[in-house]
């Protein structure tokens, strides 16, 4: 039994359910946020339901915008078609050294 994130600070666990019944939650929940329609989703899951919340931002007209792993949990954020990047200035070592 994990704990499931439902937000900053709440979280859920399912006593005798399986790890599977935890991934359905977790992917259900942010389905249901990109079902509304927001912008930009983030959340915090199971390393296990990343592959499949891929797949459903996909079908919703999402992709990945930035992911850390750390240790069994990743912290993905999904961005809405509609939404551009955030731009981001890069330096080569070269540059950051001169």
């Known amino acids: ?10 979280t859920m666990r399912f006593p005798g359910r399986d790890g599977e019944f935890d991934e359905g939650v ?3 929940l942010v389905a249901a946020l990109m079902s509304v329609g927001r912008d930009e989703i ?5 390393a296990a339901s990343r592959d499949q919340l891929v797949a ?3 079908e919703f007209n999402y992709r990945l915008g930035t992911q850390n792993r750390d240790g069994d949990w990743e912290d993905l954020t999904f961005l809405s ?4 990047s955030k731009p981001r200035l890069a330096f080569s070592r070269a540059e950051a050294a001169g």
């Open 81 to 84: 078609a509609r939404r551009r």
């Open 56 to 58: 459903v931002a996909a």
């Open 26 to 28: 977790e992917v259900g």
């Open 1 to 10: 039994m994990r704990q499931i994130h439902i937000a900053e600070g709440l």
């Open 42 to 46: 983030s959340c915090r899951v199971s």
